[in-house]
Structures are given as C-alpha cells and as structure tokens.
C-alpha cells in the first residue's frame, strides 16, 4: 500500500468507519442514560510518563460534539471548567451561565458534577489533611460544586477520594482521617438540603467512588466494598443521602469481580451511578473504552443491571488512547463506545428472553428431587447430571456475543 497523505487520512479513517457498520444513528443513542464527561473528552494524552498528543478542546465544542453523536448527557470536575482561582466568584457563574447555553444549545442536560481533591498542591495531604484550614477549604470546594450542580440542574455529585491515604507508614492516624473527611460528607449534604430546599427541588444523589491504587500508595477506602462500610459506619449523619459510583476498572484492578460488586451494592440500595470503561485486572488505570477488552464480563453486567432494573446514569470514564486524534475523538472514539454499550446492552436482552438459558437457568434452581435433603449423598446424586448446565449458560452467552446463536459459523 502506497503511503497516506495527511490530507487524505481523515477521509480514510471515515471510510473505514462507515465500512465496520454497526452504527446507532444520534436519536436512537439518546434514549440511553449515557453521560459524556468533560475530562474524557478534554484529554489530551497526558499522563506520568506521556506527553500530550492533541490539542486542548473547551467544554462547548465538547458539548457540541455530544449532541452531535446522540450523548444526551454531560458531567464534569469543577475544574475541569473553572480555574481554582476564580472558584466561587464572579467569573465562575459567568462560566456556568455558558456551559447552560452550550448545553441548551445542544440539547443536552448536566447529570453529575463532582470535586477535583486531587490535583491541586493543596490537596498534598488530601482532602481529610491534619490542618484544619486544609478540610475547611475541601468543605468549601464540595458546597460550591453542589450549588453548581443545582444551577446546571444535576442529579449526582460523585466524590473520589484517591488522595485520601497516605504514602509512607506511620504518616497519618486512619480512623480519625476517615472521621474528617467524614465531617466534609456531612457539611456538604446539610448544605445540600438548604440548596434544594431553597431552590424547590431534590437534593443530589451523593455517590462515592473507589479505587484500590494510585494516587496514593496506601488508599483508605479502596473498594466499593469499603465504602459501603464507610457509609454504615456511623460516622455519616445522612447516610441515606450517600451511596456508590462504582466504576468498572477501578474495581477490576484489585481483581475482584465487578459483577458481584454491583450486585452487593445492588443489594444494599446504594448503586446509584456508573463510570463505564474497561481494562485488566492487576493493572493500572487504563480506562480504555467499555467492550474493547472484556466484552463477555460486560455482557454478564448489564444482564445483571437489566434484571435488577438499574436506571441511573452510565458515565464514559475513559481515556482516548494517545494515538487517537482529536479528530477521531469524536469521529470514531466516543461513537463506537456508545455503539458497543447499546449493542451489548441489547444483548443482554436477547440473554434474558433466551429459552435456552431460561430452561437450563430455572433447571438448576428446581434442583433434581432428592426425597431426603439431609442424606448429602443423596442430594449429590440427584443433581449431579444438572450442574453440567453451568457450563452450558456460560458456552450460550458466548454464542450470543458472537453469534452462533443465529447460525454464525466460521469454516477454514
């Protein structure tokens, strides 16, 4: 093949796109609770090792874009629109002013605002910090981003505490930083309650975010497990008013499985958001875009979802690979991630209406029999040949994701 001429590869890329197929047209995208964050599509390649491979996008060309592909939703970092220094001023309700005629314009709707704790110097020792100045400000940042968030007419904030932890032993005492940033939870929801009160609407859904690694060497609330905990500990004074925003990965690279994940915060009431990407277990914080890894785990999630009628936002949290333009961000990247979620999606449809996998499914469960459920023997005979169907359900969904199941076959 001869080489490409730059003024020829955008078109390339379109054609090649156009040729996969399998694309949902921007109305049909829009019936879904998806979310498009500014800070995934603001990336530009960025990280600890990497520099920066595009340019520098604003939030109403990303806005723009989002409406363009079908994303009917938006969420950000305070700062991710912001600067620190004009937080709370001014200038920043004059920012807030053009995001809500970026999003009208568009016609999307911000679903979830949340708190940089993270990035800026202030944040050295986290957003619990010994020093009682550091945790009035957190205090601060949180209201003023709820008061945001009503402005924007969101529903969720989401908080990650990655910062909170500490790098080297003996640093810090654990159970009096989860009291403090416990106490900026608690500042933060009584201040929600005027707002909503005031402004005559619901309260925010207040949804904490783990991750088992990174920033910190030693995180102190690193699993959606121990935020469940956190949130029952006592030390919240709204408890009902705080629940979870699992992401995927994050759960993923401590090498749980993120299905039972959801499924414990299912049944504690508290899976209220989503951050949808993918990666590998025991890894880094890739955030590659959800399907291109592990489409068979996601297939099993959003059956699990489906079947437990989960109705709150899928937000995209992942990261445009470096090599990808800024063209192809919103060309290729963010349509295709949309296409794969609705696709599976739908999948996991066909999977709860299959007769194979509802036979085999209520087999198992009617069990075979045994006339006397205290001879373990007998109970183990009876069932023996049934739990063969395991194998069989998990064999079905695969020839559903690739399907076989239509007659697909592949000859040498």
């Known amino acids: 093949m001869n080489p490409v001429p730059p003024n020829q590869q955008q078109a390339l890329v379109e054609r090649l796109t156009k040729a996969c197929g399998g694309a949902y047209p921007p109305e049909t995208r829009r019936k879904f609770f998806l979310s498009g964050p500014q800070w995934a599509a603001a990336y530009e390649g960025q990280a600890l090792f990497h520099a920066p491979t595009r340019e520098r996008v604003g939030f109403e060309d990303i806005i723009r874009h989002y409406g363009e592909i079908g994303i009917a939703h938006w969420s950000t970092h305070d700062t991710d629109i912001i600067p620190t220094r004009v937080l709370g001023t001014e200038e920043q309700w004059a920012t807030v002013e053009r995001v809500k005629k970026a999003l009208q314009e568009n016609g999307l709707r911000c679903s979830m605002v949340t708190t940089e704790t993270f990035f800026h110097e202030v944040w050295a ?41 500490y790098s080297v032993q003996g640093a810090i005492e654990e159970t009096q930083t989860l009291r403090w940033y416990a106490e900026g939870l608690n500042a933060v929801c009584e201040a929600d309650i005027e707002m909503a009160r005031h402004r005559g609407r619901p309260t ?22 121990a935020m469940l905990g956190f949130i029952n500990s006592g030390l919240l004074t709204h408890p009902e008013m705080v629940g979870l925003n699992p992401e995927y990965l994050h759960e993923l690279m401590w090498g749980g499985a993120v299905r039972a994940t959801l499924a414990r915060a299912l049944l504690a ?144």
């Open 125 to 165: 020792a986290g957003p619990a910090a010994e020093a009682p100045e550091v945790r009035e400000y957190a205090k601060y940042r949180l209201k003023n981003t709820v008061k945001i968030g009503h402005e924007l007419g969101a529903s969720y904030a989401v908080y990650w505490p990655g910062s909170l932890g």
């Open 204 to 225: 925010l859904k207040h949804c904490l975010e783990a991750k088992p690694f990174e920033p910190q060497a030693e995180i102190l609330l690193p699993t959606s497990d």
């Open 269 to 412: 009431g508290k899976l209220w958001h989503f951050d949808i990407n993918d990666g590998y277990k025991l890894k880094h914080d890739v955030d590659i875009a959800v399907g291109l890894v592990n489409p068979l785990d996601w297939l099993n999630i959003l059956v699990l979802l489906r079947s437990h009628g989960y109705n709150g936002p899928f937000n995209l949290d992942y990261k445009p690979p470096r090599t990808t333009s800024n063209f192809g961000v919103f060309s290729f990247s963010f349509p295709s991630a949309v296409d794969r979620f609705i696709t599976l999606w739908e999948m996991a449809g066909e999977v709860m209406e299959d007769p194979i996998i509802k036979e085999a499914t209520e087999a198992l469960k009617a069990g075979g029999g045994a006339t006397n459920p205290h001879d373990a023997d007998a109970v183990t005979a009876a069932n023996k040949e049934l739990l063969t169907l395991h194998e069989l359900i998990a064999h079905r969904l695969v020839q559903i994701l690739l399907g076989l199941h239509r007659g697909r076959v592949f000859s040498l």
